[in-house]
């Protein structure tokens, strides 16, 4: 799974002038694929509130801001309850200190001990710099981009750097040697999926990106650059499974924005820059399936919500998101 | 409290305007819906710092209001009452905070999934008002000028891709003295055609020096020690480790004096520039942004007739926290990220200014500054056209103003 928090709109994206800023999606992925163009986010547009709601198939409605687990059950603990999967098996990476209660629900038939490993790499190369040197890592250390300033309290299950280190075989000075010559949080976040990958082979991996939300900031250069990289680093993904022999071939990968950004045309937003208005355009963005089983270079025009993801994942691997509000997408089943 | 229950004396701790309207009005507010007369209230509140326009406009709402009856008041608002809301809201004190209360209402909305009937209740509002409101044409044709690029000395980026189709595009420009000439046809226009808060020249990095007392002006740098200041409260308040919407409630209530803004001059165009830190989001770190937000603050509040921009290069991006510290006392800059950022900005200010009356005859002109491309929209201009012909920058200024 690859969320993106911070949607791109189509404007930027798959219409005629914003291909070019997604040469991977569009020649390397979506050729593979099943392709869902209207999936809408009847939700709050907040990304971590967003981002759980992905995650339990429900609309959850908790403060976007708070460091809260989600109510309902999430896809990991479904995953690892049903099909009796241990702690190892399940990782989510995501960019912030907000979403690191996203592993696990506060759901008292799930809960604790049944979510997956929090691993959120910023944290973790704050963490290293405290002893190694700082100042030429701060570039990926930037952080909610929303409100800037704002650091909720950490509690929950993310990984710590020492246990880095030991579940990742990743010495902290390694760690830090390599996020030098990385570009963003997105790229350092991917590469600790890599290592996720290589080292311990998780059945659910969860990959959630944040780069784009930077535009926020207003500045369109950004925001651009910012899909840019998002699209290769999907295209890493992609071939970082086909080259690990534990995923080659036997692996399905899912691509999805949260949900999309403002339009020009409201004259409520300021057009790209937030996902406030909950115009059409914020709430509609798009899918992608891939993987054996699932059909490629196919379009589904129709409908679909996000809160689809959760038990479309638990027919194909064969748990029961009975708690979630959405329904399996029969096109990729 | 319920709306039913509020009296002329709660509006005491509004400024005199402000009280003076809201108090002679008492028996209308009574009767509006509480999921709605907060909002209106948010905007009384500050009707001491309105610009002309923003006045006429909610003069013209609660006359409306006043002049239906209680039947259609209730079938005009009905989407407002319908909304649930929780007694706590009723609790809050929303006569004297209602710029809180409104950020409240909008989490419950969202929390209760009713935001989009929330959505639909405000369009609808909104457009029957605004048709019957007195259709005033500006007194002018409008105008804006757009100046980006400054410092780019090379460029690949297909400038104003998206408002090519809307009028013509010029690629042999003679850019000799190009700012000058559109910062003395903004002023030119405001002398000929002088109105309060009419005429605007808004810049990104230092003002140039220009002519007319008629013109609104200020730019990014002659708030730098306002945005120093405010960028240390900003610090300073999440060390001491508040949530969100505290943060966003300190930001809402900062006065231009906190910030060295509050001098005997325009008590309006401080506030104006104080929310422009405040309300806008990256103003307070990136010139562009800061630029467009103005822009579109503008058009929006002031509605001016002539509107003069010009873009400057932003500080590179870092990391956000070392961004609003401020670290650095001579940022590096990245000029050609920054001609992108306003060519988008660009595209925004003709959709703003497209918004307000008199569209159809407004004008819009952008320069690439000190380089041969420029695009012209407007009546008097072809849509989805080119032109290769030589031409000066005083020429399309003419034309356009």
């Known amino acids: 799974m690859v969320t993106f928090g911070g949607g791109a709109r189509d404007e930027e994206t798959f219409m005629p002038d914003g291909q070019e800023n997604i040469p991977h999606l569009l020649n390397d992925l979506i050729p593979r694929a099943t392709f869902f163009s209207q999936v809408v986010n009847r939700g709050i547009l907040g990304h971590y509130v967003a981002t759980a709601s992905l995650a339990t198939g429900s609309y959850e409605t908790f403060n976007n801001f708070a460091a809260v687990p989600p109510d309902r059950p999430t896809v990991f603990e479904y995953y690892r309850k049903d099909l009796k999967r241990p702690a190892l098996d399940a990782w989510v990476v995501a960019p912030s200190n907000g979403f690191n209660r996203i592993g696990e629900s506060g759901n008292r038939a799930y809960g604790r001990g049944w979510g997956a490993g929090v691993i959120l790499p ?212 | 409290m319920l709306p039913r229950d509020l009296k002329a004396s709660q509006f005491d701790g509004y400024p005199p305007q402000a009280r003076a309207l809201a108090a002679g009005r008492v028996s209308l507010l009574q009767q509006l819906p509480l999921g709605f007369l907060p909002l209106l209230l948010r905007e009384i509140i500050v009707y001491d710092w309105k610009f002309p326009p923003e006045r006429s406009e909610l003069d013209h709402q609660l006359a409306y209001l006043e002049s239906r009856s209680a039947v259609e008041r209730r079938q005009l608002l009905a989407g407002f009452e319908k909304l649930r809301l929780p007694p706590e809201l009723e609790a809050f004190d929303w006569v004297n905070e209602p710029g809180q209360f409104s950020e409240q209402l909008t989490t419950h909305l969202w929390a209760t999934l009713q935001i989009d009937a929330f959505r639909a209740a405000a369009i609808d509002y909104v457009r029957t008002v605004n048709a019957a409101a007195p259709h005033t044409p500006p007194i002018m044709p409008r105008l804006s000028m757009v100046a980006l690029g400054k410092n780019v000395a090379e460029n690949k980026y297909k400038l104003f891709r998206k408002l090519r189709p809307n009028g013509v595009y010029f690629s042999r420009v003679k850019p000799e003295n190009g700012l000058r000439i559109m910062l003395d046809a903004a002023a030119a226009r405001a002398q000929a055609h002088p109105a309060p808060y009419g005429h605007w020249y808004v810049d990104g990095g230092s003002q140039e020096p220009v002519a007319s007392e008629g013109l609104v002006r200020f730019s990014y740098d002659s708030l730098v020690t306002a945005r120093a200041a405010l960028q240390e409260k900003m610090q300073k308040t999440f060390q001491s480790g508040i949530g969100p919407e505290a943060f966003r409630t300190m930001l809402a209530r900062m006065r231009p004096e906190e910030l060295g803004l509050g001098g005997a001059a325009d008590a309006v165009l401080n506030r104006f520039q104080v929310s422009l830190l405040t309300e806008g989001s990256g103003t307070q770190i990136f010139s562009t942004t800061f630029v467009q937000w103005a822009a579109r603050e503008a058009f929006r509040r002031a509605q001016p007739v002539t509107l003069l921009l010009r873009f400057a290069p932003r500080q590179r991006a870092r990391p956000m926290n070392e961004l609003l510290a401020e670290t650095q006392r001579k940022p590096e800059l990245d000029p050609q990220g920054s001609l992108v950022d306003a060519d988008m900005g660009a595209y925004y200010t003709w959709l703003n200014q497209q918004r307000l009356a008199g569209a159809d005859k407004s004008s819009f002109l952008v320069w690439f500054e000190d380089h041969s491309e420029a695009l012209a929209i407007g009546p008097a201009w072809a849509r989805g056209a080119e032109s290769s012909n030589p031409v000066s920058l005083q020429d399309l200024v003419k034309q356009v103003s």
Request: proline fraction near 6%; aromatic fraction near 8%; include cysteine.
């Open chain 1, 122 to 333: 910023k944290r973790l190369l704050a963490a290293a710099l405290a002893t190694s040197e700082g100042a030429a890592y701060e570039h990926l250390l930037r952080d909610n981009y929303e409100t800037p300033l704002y650091a909720p309290e950490l509690g929950g299950n993310q990984v710590e750097l020492h246990q880095m280190a030991e579940v990742l075989r990743l010495s902290v000075s390694d760690f830090a040697a390599h996020a030098r010559v990385l570009a963003s949080p997105d790229e350092l976040s991917v590469y600790i999926a890599k290592q996720l990958m290589r080292q311990l082979a998780p059945s659910l991996l969860w990959i959630t990106l944040h780069d784009i939300d930077i535009a926020h900031s207003g500045t369109y250069s950004l925001y651009l650059e910012a899909i840019q990289r998002t699209d290769r680093l999907c295209g890493e993904i992609w071939k970082n499974i086909q080259s690990e022999p534990e995923y080659a071939g036997k692996t399905n990968m899912f691509i999805l924005p949260d949900f999309g950004r403002d339009s020009d045309d409201d004259a409520g937003g300021n057009g790209f820059q937030h996902h406030r208005t909950g115009d059409p355009l914020s709430r509609t963005t798009w899918m992608m399936a891939m993987g054996p089983g699932v059909r490629e270079n196919t379009v589904v025009d129709r409908l679909a919500e996000p809160t689809d993801l959760v038990p479309t994942l638990g027919a194909l691997l064969g748990f029961d998101a009975r708690l979630s509000q959405g329904k399996p997408l029969p096109e990729v089943l």
